[in-house]
């Protein structure tokens, strides 16, 4: 089975700040990774897909990027909504679907 | 707009099986473009795919949780269920269902999750 690790589990940052998530598979997935934003008591909302992907209506300070095995979530200034856990998902081998541990952004 | 709305009892005994319904609303169950899942976290923790069931009846279960899920759909009611059976403590969580957007290639087929319900507890005990 495929893998996944992010790092770091968390982090504390600052308004302004630019923020990035890494995700790791354990083998190559290609470009099928998705990136979710998850706030405390809410359903996870699709951020990322197919590692660099916008989805509609998500603000143009979060990016994704790589390939492969080493993914990034970048949050170009971070902004008092965005403290949140991000999840990385793989769907190389769809329908199966692993998410990632997440990765905690809390303010510091 | 799309929503989804999970049902059930928040509260069920250890062994017993937990049933759940996602209600769909603002479109169409049975879409050839989509299909349906359920995912889990339980308290404080990460998301764990459950399983997913495309219109026709297809289904797609996490092996993890081997034969103990059950996913079907109604596409006359525009919903889909699960149930899991012999439930125990470790089941407790809070259990969303999601529309999964499926796209392929010449060779594979991948997705993601774009609509979820609001998620609904579901605790496991005597």
């Known amino acids: 089975d495929i893998q996944m690790t992010q790092s770091p589990s968390s982090l504390s940052a600052s308004v302004g700040d630019r923020v990035t998530i890494t995700c790791r598979a354990s083998?190559?997935?290609?470009?099928?990774l998705n990136w979710y934003q998850q706030k405390p008591g809410r359903a996870p909302e699709l951020l990322i897909y197919?590692?660099?992907s916008l989805q509609s209506g998500v603000p143009s300070r979060f990016s994704g990027s790589g390939s492969g095995t080493d993914f990034t979530l970048t949050i170009t200034s971070l902004q008092p909504e965005d403290f949140a856990t991000y999840y990385c998902q793989q769907t190389y081998n769809t329908p199966r679907n692993i998410f990632g541990p997440g990765t905690k952004v809390d303010i510091k | 707009q799309l929503q989804l709305q999970e049902s059930g009892p928040g509260l069920v005994k250890p062994s017993e099986t937990l049933s759940l319904t996602c209600s769909v609303s603002g479109g169409s169950i049975s879409s050839t473009s989509y299909y349906w899942g359920w995912i889990r976290q339980p308290p404080g923790k990460g998301l764990e795919w459950i399983g997913t069931?495309?219109?026709?009846?297809?289904?797609y279960h996490n092996p993890s949780l081997k034969s103990r899920v059950t996913i079907s759909v109604d596409s006359s009611k525009n919903q889909f269920s699960l149930k899991l059976s012999s439930m125990t403590a470790t089941d407790t969580a809070v259990y969303y269902c999601?529309?999964?957007?499926?796209?392929?290639?010449?060779?594979?087929?991948?997705?993601?999750?774009?609509?979820w319900g609001r998620g609904t507890l579901v605790t496991v005990s005597s």
């Open positions: 197919t590692a660099s």
């Open positions: 999601a529309r999964y957007v499926e796209y392929c290639n010449s060779t594979s087929c991948h997705g993601f999750f774009d609509y």
């Open positions: 083998q190559s997935i290609s470009i099928y």
């Open positions: 069931i495309y219109y026709s009846g297809s289904t």
